[in-house]
């Protein structure tokens, strides 16, 4: 894929080549600019509908300044019988959203479930992170750490990097 090149949070190693360039500065400043808007609505939609098996989700949250729900899509790390969500952003507007809500929310991914998202202690994240790396390939290049790299390396940046395991209401 490249070179590697130190840069973004706490000296993040992220692949050089040209789609991962694309995609920080699609998410600059850690928030979507209007062309990830833009793709992320179909993404959305794509698991919302379930239309890829298991590869993307819809997540609704109520917008904790709005109050509004706010829809986004995630890719979903089923492991050791569970699932997770993994924010590639960090602390991104999702995860407040997830907090303030005390971790009610809803997936969809060809129909709804009232869900409770429990937040990782930081010490349990690394191997979720690992298989997140594997699954999402539009996440590596804003996650700190490169796919394949060790798990005591992602436990060195895990807590920059909130994870929710999913509980079905």
């Given at each position: 894929?490249?070179?590697m090149?130190?840069?973004g ?36 939609l ?17 917008g ?34 997830v907090?303030a ?9 060809g ?10 202690p930081?010490?349990?994240?690394a ?7 594997e ?10 750490v ?24």
């Amino acid at each position: 894929m490249g070179t590697m090149e130190q840069g973004g949070p706490a000296s993040a190693v992220a692949p050089d080549g040209w789609y991962a360039r694309l995609m920080r500065r699609m998410y600059r400043g850690g928030r979507p600019g209007r062309a990830a808007r833009l793709m992320n609505r179909p993404s959305e939609l794509i698991g919302r509908w379930g239309l890829l098996p298991s590869r993307l989700v819809s997540l609704e949250v109520v917008g904790r300044r709005s109050g509004r729900v706010v829809s986004l899509p995630l890719v979903p790390v089923r492991l050791d019988g569970e699932v997770y969500l993994v924010s590639m952003l960090g602390e991104a507007n999702w995860v407040r959203n997830v907090r303030a809500a005390g971790g009610e929310a809803v997936l969809e991914h060809g129909r709804r479930d009232a869900v409770r998202l429990l937040e990782l202690p930081v010490e349990q994240r690394a191997p979720i992170i690992a298989r997140y790396l594997e699954l999402a390939p539009g996440g590596r290049p804003h996650l700190p750490v490169r796919r394949g790299a060790p798990l005591a390396e992602i436990a060195a940046v895990a807590d920059a990097i909130p994870v929710f395991r999913v509980v079905r209401r």
